[in-house]
């Protein structure tokens, strides 16, 4: 009874020791983080999806902060673009013309879809609803169109598509005519 009594005596001793150890470490060699960069990644709108170039959302402030084009976020859109250019004090940009100009959502081919679910754990955003073997869908509101979810799908049921105008989305532009998404995934207009 008393070996064991010593023996958590001493565990009790090395736990405080190291946990002392630990926190001044962690004050010691603090490394300050760049407010730019929180403000930056703030803007960003976390898809994680990589279509700027670099493999998050964190990693393309730095660059912006760094000196980086602040319109290579095609999920952000020119909402995004606006509030960095704000941030920075520059003029903003269109979105860089290698990415979809119209944004874009996923939509699943009900009929054709098997319930892998490989799209779900492909989603960064989790806009696709469904369970194992059952029917998937996309909530379009939460869709940013990243496209990481067709990828991943072994029977090719997911298109991208337009996203529907509305007036709250609908970006004004000289000469354009809208888009519309009709139920049976037929397109109007140019």
Request: hydrophobic share 45%; aromatic share 4%.
């Amino acid at each position: 009874m008393v070996e064991v009594i010593l023996a958590v005596a001493v565990l009790a001793v090395f736990a405080l020791m190291f946990g002392a150890l630990l926190g001044f470490a962690a004050i010691k060699f603090k490394v300050e983080g760049n407010p730019l960069v929180d403000q930056l990644d703030a803007i960003l709108p976390q898809t994680q999806c990589g279509q700027c170039g670099y493999p998050g959302c964190k990693p393309y402030a730095e660059a912006i902060a760094n000196g980086e084009k602040i319109n290579k976020c095609p999920p952000g859109g020119s909402a995004a673009v606006e509030k960095i250019a704000d941030l920075m004090g520059v003029e903003p940009e269109p979105v860089a013309e290698h990415e979809a100009s119209v944004p874009r959502v996923a939509f699943i081919v009900e009929q054709d879809c098997i319930g892998c679910t490989k799209c779900i754990q492909a989603c960064p955003v989790d806009a696709i609803v469904g369970a194992g073997k059952l029917m998937h869908t996309v909530i379009a509101n939460e869709c940013t169109g990243c496209d990481l979810c067709v990828e991943p799908c072994p029977v090719d049921c997911i298109k991208m598509l337009p996203k529907a105008q509305t007036t709250q989305t609908w970006d004004w532009k000289l000469n354009q005519i809208p888009t519309v998404t009709l139920p049976n995934t037929q397109q109007v207009g140019n």
